[in-house]
Nanobody
Framework: QVQLVESGGGLVQAGGSLRLSCATS????????LGWFRQAPGKEREFVAA????????DYEKFVKGRFTISKDNAAKTVDLQMNSLAPEDTAVYYC??????????????WGQGTQVTVSS
């Protein structure tokens, strides 16, 4: 059974940083591309970033390039999203997902419950 558990969300001021973490286990961690999505109130869920199962490939949505970094922690079996220079428009519930490729066009089959990120102005 694939389990994805997000943590690290919270309230931060504009310009601040947060680090989200998605905990999983084997074989999920080493088998699936893993990604982060977000959903703001009244909006559709959107792709944020993803990383290949090997950790050598990444993809980002253009609105987070240069501000967010996705990475894998092989020891902890987590996929992390470092978010810097946060803005109020980054406010959303952030979801971790496992799919079949590390691009937004991938089929994302498994989802976590989400973690709330709120950026105040």
């Amino acid at each position: 059974q694939v389990q994805l558990v997000e943590s690290g969300g919270g309230l931060v001021q504009a310009g601040g940083s947060l680090r989200l973490s998605c905990a999983t286990s084997e074989p999920t961690f080493s088998t699936y591309p893993l990604g982060w999505f977000r959903q703001a109130p009244g909006k559709e869920r959107e792709f944020v970033a993803a990383i290949s199962w090997s950790g050598t490939g990444t993809d980002y949505e253009k609105f987070v390039k240069g501000r967010f970094t996705i990475s894998k922690d092989n020891a902890a079996k987590t996929v992390d999203l470092q978010m810097n220079s946060l803005a109020p428009e980054d406010t959303a519930v952030y979801y971790c997902a496992a799919g079949n490729r590390f691009q937004p066009t991938g089929v994302w089959v498994y989802w976590g419950q989400g973690t709330q990120v709120t950026v105040s102005s």
